[in-house]
């Protein structure tokens, strides 16, 4: 009984032990969890301001459109950039001491143009941490005092100094197809809140075209695949896969 006893009360003791070591451990697990969970929620590092050099490969799976390359693509697109910028230069006299919204404004190239073209004041929103790029890109070319620069969405930002109405917004928010992961709705709701009665925006519309094809070839690919893969039938699949839409290119030679 004595040996039953003290072996008892050793496990008592040990459980003791542990119950004191995991509930050491909690308050730390639960502080981590609630980081990372507030970073996830806003759907990138929002709640956490990181100097460039200091994101990892966790930071920029959370924030991608925060690494570098991600706008050097962007900027390299000369068709791209140069028609904002034509846009932009070529207009001064609507640019002239007007305050302007620059929504998405990456590391900052658009919100350049407006100050080069005269604006008087630009708001750079941008819910990314690559904004932190865009402060210092900004300031190399001294136009810190003429570009402000707005951390967030802009459904859920208000506009500095008082102003609540801007002159001009401009945006990038066409996407693949234009409609396709494009800003749409973002540029609707500023529009809606922030643009004055007679301001403008740029890009205001746009062109689509569309034609219908037949590629036999391509659908045996995206969709007949599935009827033996690595000799097993997913072709259950198949139903889903058409009802998908698929952004890809075409050869113009078809």
Same mark, same amino acid.
């Given at each position: 009984?004595?040996?039953? #006893?003290?072996? &008892?009360?050793?496990?008592? #003791?040990?459980?003791?032990?542990?119950?004191?070591?995991?509930?050491?451990?909690?308050?730390?697990?639960?502080?981590?969890?609630?980081?990372?969970?507030?970073?996830?929620?806003?759907? &990138? *590092?929002?709640?956490?301001?990181?100097?460039?050099?200091?994101?990892?490969?966790?930071?920029?799976?959370?924030?991608?459109?925060?690494?570098?390359?991600? *706008?050097?693509?962007?900027?390299?697109?000369? $068709?791209?950039?140069?028609?904002?910028?034509?846009?932009?230069?070529?207009?001064? *006299?609507?640019?002239?001491?007007? +305050?302007?919204?620059?929504?998405?404004? /990456?590391?900052?190239?658009?919100?350049?143009?407006?100050?080069?073209? /005269?604006?008087?004041? @630009?708001?750079? +929103?941008?819910? &990314?941490? @690559?904004?932190?790029?865009?402060?210092?890109? $900004?300031?190399?070319?001294?136009?810190?005092?003429?570009?402000?620069?707005?951390? /967030?969405? $802009?459904?859920?930002?208000?506009?500095?100094?008082?102003?609540?109405?801007?002159?001009?917004?401009?945006?990038?928010?066409?996407?693949?197809?234009?409609?396709?992961? #494009?800003? $749409?709705?973002?540029?609707?709701?500023?529009?809606?809140?922030?643009?004055?009665?007679?301001?403008?925006?740029?890009?205001?519309?746009?062109?689509?075209?569309?034609?219908?094809?037949?590629?036999?070839?391509?659908?045996?690919?995206?969709?007949?695949?599935?009827?033996?893969?690595?000799?097993?039938?997913?072709?259950?699949?198949?139903?889903? =896969?058409?009802?998908?839409?698929? =952004?890809?290119?075409?050869?113009?030679?078809?």
């Amino acid at each position: 009984m004595n040996r039953l #006893s003290s072996q &008892s009360a050793e496990n008592k #003791s040990l459980d003791q032990e542990s119950t004191k070591k995991i509930a050491s451990f909690e308050p730390k697990e639960e502080k981590m969890n609630t980081k990372e969970n507030h970073q996830i929620t806003n759907g &990138s *590092h929002d709640a956490v301001k990181l100097a460039p050099e200091d994101m990892t490969s966790k930071d920029y799976y959370l924030d991608s459109t925060a690494h570098f390359a991600v *706008h050097e693509e962007l900027l390299k697109d000369e $068709i791209r950039t140069k028609t904002f910028r034509n846009a932009i230069i070529n207009n001064r *006299h609507l640019f002239k001491d007007k +305050v302007v919204l620059d929504i998405g404004c /990456g590391v900052g190239i658009f919100s350049l143009f407006a100050a080069k073209a /005269g604006a008087k004041l @630009v708001i750079a +929103v941008e819910k &990314s941490n @690559v904004i932190e790029y865009a402060k210092r890109i $900004i300031r190399a070319n001294r136009y810190d005092k003429v570009i402000k620069l707005i951390r /967030g969405k $802009i459904e859920d930002i208000e506009l500095p100094d008082g102003i609540e109405k801007v002159d001009i917004i401009i945006a990038e928010w066409m996407g693949y197809c234009l409609f396709y992961d #494009s800003m $749409i709705q973002s540029i609707i709701y500023a529009r809606d809140k922030f643009l004055k009665p007679d301001g403008l925006i740029f890009p205001d519309r746009a062109t689509m075209y569309m034609v219908g094809i037949e590629d036999r070839d391509y659908k045996e690919d995206k969709v007949e695949w599935w009827s033996s893969v690595y000799g097993y039938n997913m072709g259950c699949l198949k139903n889903y =896969v058409m009802r998908e839409p698929l =952004v890809d290119t075409v050869d113009k030679r078809q």
